[in-house]
């Protein structure tokens, strides 16, 4: 499929805010794509699909991933952490897609994952720092993007933790993982 068919695809599927969320998503990614030497097809279709779960219904998204084997800490989440994974799914059984670095984009776009590859770094950077984002620190996470994509991952990923922390959150076990390996790469290389 080409872009407008995937934009013509998700449309309907979500309310126009978050339909402009994510064609910033898909223009930040085709951007550090073609600045990190990606594949940007890649980068776009996963950019555009990322959310395309997002307003699916809970309790559906529950049972897809019983249904799908899916990792069971998932239930009880909400659609915060379900759109993710089932994204990858819809992304699979709807869309034919079997690139399974484009399906993780998706998958783990918004816990992130220990060991990600820059596919993947991309469409979770992209995401929090795209045109439409305003939150304290948006600005500083966009211009490490352009420096630095590991640096600029390692900054989302501490963003993300402290918010939750601060608002009191839980944090999922792989965004912990997330954290605890791009440290581990930090002080690796010194």
């Known amino acids: 499929m080409e872009r407008e068919q995937y934009?013509?695809?998700?449309?309907?599927r979500m309310p126009e805010k978050r339909f402009i969320h994510t064609v910033g998503v898909m223009e930040t990614a085709i951007n550090l794509a073609q600045k990190y030497g990606e594949d940007v097809k890649k980068a776009e279709t996963?950019?555009?699909?990322?959310?395309?779960?997002?307003?699916?219904?809970?309790?559906?998204?529950?049972?897809?991933?019983r249904d799908e084997?899916?990792?069971?800490?998932?239930?009880?989440?909400?659609?915060e952490l379900l759109h993710g994974?089932?994204?990858a799914y819809i992304a699979q059984s709807e869309f034919?897609?079997?690139?399974?670095?484009?399906?993780?984009?998706?998958?783990?776009?918004?816990?992130?994952r220990a060991s990600m590859s820059r596919l993947e770094k991309i469409i979770f950077v992209a995401d929090m720092i795209?045109?439409?984002?305003?939150?304290?620190?948006?600005?500083?996470?966009?211009?490490?993007?352009?420096?630095?994509?590991?640096?600029?991952?390692?900054?989302?990923?501490?963003?993300?933790?402290a918010f939750l922390i601060d608002?009191?959150?839980?944090?999922?076990?792989?965004?912990?993982?997330?954290?605890n390996d791009m440290m581990n790469r930090e002080d690796s290389e010194g």
């Not at 934009?7 to 309907?12: E, G, M, Y």
């Not at 950019?47 to 997002?54: N, R, V």
């Open 7 to 12: 934009l013509a695809a998700i449309k309907p």
């Open 46 to 65: 996963a950019a555009i699909l990322h959310d395309i779960a997002k307003y699916a219904d809970i309790e559906w998204m529950e049972n897809i991933v």
């Open 167 to 179: 608002t009191k959150q839980p944090i999922y076990p792989l965004s912990i993982e997330c954290y």
């Open 130 to 161: 795209e045109p439409n984002r305003r939150f304290d620190g948006v600005e500083r996470l966009r211009k490490k993007a352009q420096k630095n994509l590991d640096k600029a991952m390692s900054a989302c990923v501490r963003h993300t933790l």
């Open 85 to 87: 994974p089932v994204g």
């Open 96 to 112: 034919g897609i079997t690139d399974e670095e484009l399906l993780n984009a998706i998958r783990f776009h918004t816990t992130g």
């Open 69 to 79: 084997k899916l990792d069971e800490r998932l239930i009880g989440w909400g659609s």
